[in-house]
Each structure stands twice: as structure tokens, then as C-alpha cells.
């Protein structure tokens, strides 16, 4: 498997990381989904094949739908915010289907059938050092109990985070807050390294040779918990 589905690609984040610095402080942001162009700013990633990401524009409240068949791509936003002042993050997410995974136990060998997700939100803590670069990585899953966190088998430093579990709210909107402060805390062990310097979204259904679905919408970064 290519350890950089997992992470996007060292080429991606060395340009984020060479960048990173020349960018003002950008929070609170909000991505509400709901024009043509929302996409510009994002960057894709490809690793198998193109998972269909599309801006769904309504009167009053749009989503950015993403759909693999058998593929695997992310969308990258580069923005830097203070974790420790402004340590909150929210979005809306609806799973239409998840990817059908032969693998349900947590054993090493089921790692490449399990690593497909309906829905992932990353949030990604630079370093000059890419073996530095860690990453909270937020994910629904059918199967693994919410508040699970796991250490990729690919890559110690990203720690999944799972927000939501189970079939449940399939098809509907459910939303979810999180203190990034905290979740990494208790994902690493220790405090987060003070700036946020990216975050992402991804959908994929490759390693399963399966299809989901997935629908995201007014994610927001960077803000004091209210």
C-alpha cells in the first residue's frame, strides 16, 4: 500500500511546509460549500484513481459530495491558526455508503482492507521534519467503537479519531465539534506543537475495491470553544 494515501504525499506537504510561514493567521474560517469556486483553494491528491468531489450549490446551505468507486483522493487546505487559543473545529457530514470491508478486527493483517473510510477530516501539524508532521485524522466508521483512536500501521504520527460509528445516522446530517487541543493530547500523549497548518478531506473506497459516499458541509477552524 502507498504509505502516502495515508498522508498525501511528501511532495504536497514540503511545498505546504516551505509556505507555510509567509501565511497570516486565517481563523476563524469557514467553508460553507455553497458557491462554484469553493473548491479553488483546495489542492487534490491523487493516489488510485479520482474520487469525484463536487460543490452542490442551494438556496441557502450547499455541500461538497464525495464519491469513490474503487478510488482513493484527498482535498488539501492549507491555513494556519493557534491551536492553543483558537483550538475548536466543527463540520457536518452525512454517510450515503460505506466502502465494504472484508477485515472488521483490529489484527495488523486486516489494516489494507480496513483503511478505507466513507469520510475522513484531517487536521495536519507542520514541521520542517516530515518524519515530524503529525496529523489528528477524524473518521466515521461503520464498525469501530466512537471514540476509538488508533495509530496508523503506516505512519505513528497520524492517530485516528473515530467521531462517529455505526449506521444509525446513515443518510443524515450529523454534526460534530471537536477541541483539536485536547483530542491530541489524548491521541499523542502530549501537547499539540502550536500551529495547525493544514487540514483535509477525503473519501476513498480503493483498498476494499468498493464504493462509498459521502457528503461534507460547514466545516469551520480555528475558534475559541463557545
Known amino acids: 500500500m502507498d504509505k502516502g494515501k495515508v498522508f498525501f504525499s511528501i511532495a504536497v506537504f514540503l511545498i505546504l511546509f ?3 510561514y509567509a501565511y497570516a493567521y486565517d481563523t476563524p474560517r469557514w467553508f460553507p ?49 493557534d491551536v492553543i487559543k ?37 487536521v495536519i501539524f507542520p514541521s520542517w521534519n516530515f518524519l515530524n508532521v ?14 476509538t483512536i488508533l495509530t496508523s500501521p503506516y505512519f505513528k504520527n497520524i492517530k ?28 499523542f500523549g502530549r501537547t499539540p506543537p502550536r500551529y495547525v497548518g493544514a487540514i483535509a478531506i477525503m473519501t476513498d473506497a480503493d483498498n476494499s475495491l468498493s464504493k462509498a459516499e459521502a457528503f461534507y458541509k460547514n466545516l469551520r477552524v480555528g475558534y475559541q470553544h463557545e
Do not use: H
Request: avoid cysteine; glycine fraction near 4%.
Open 18 to 20: 516551505m509556505a507555510l
Open 33 to 81: 460549500f455553497n458557491a462554484e469556486n469553493a473548491l479553488d483553494e483546495w489542492k487534490e491528491k491523487i493516489f488510485k484513481g479520482r474520487v469525484v468531489y463536487a460543490i452542490e450549490v442551494e438556496p441557502k446551505d450547499g455541500y461538497l459530495m464525495a464519491k469513490s468507486d474503487q478510488t482513493s483522493s484527498g482535498l488539501l487546505y492549507k491555513v494556519k491558526f
Open 86 to 122: 483558537n483550538p475548536m473545529m466543527s463540520w457536518q457530514w452525512k454517510v450515503k455508503t460505506f466502502p465494504k470491508k472484508e477485515m472488521d478486527t483490529e489484527d495488523s493483517a486486516g489494516w489494507i482492507e480496513r483503511d478505507d473510510y466513507a469520510a475522513r477530516v484531517y
Open 134 to 147: 503529525k496529523s489528528l485524522e477524524y473518521i466515521w466508521d461503520e464498525n469501530l467503537p466512537e471514540d
Open 160 to 187: 485516528l479519531v473515530v467521531v462517529e460509528s455505526g449506521k444509525n445516522g446513515v443518510d443524515q446530517w450529523i454534526f460534530e465539534e471537536r477541541n483539536i487541543y485536547e483530542d491530541y493530547k489524548k491521541a
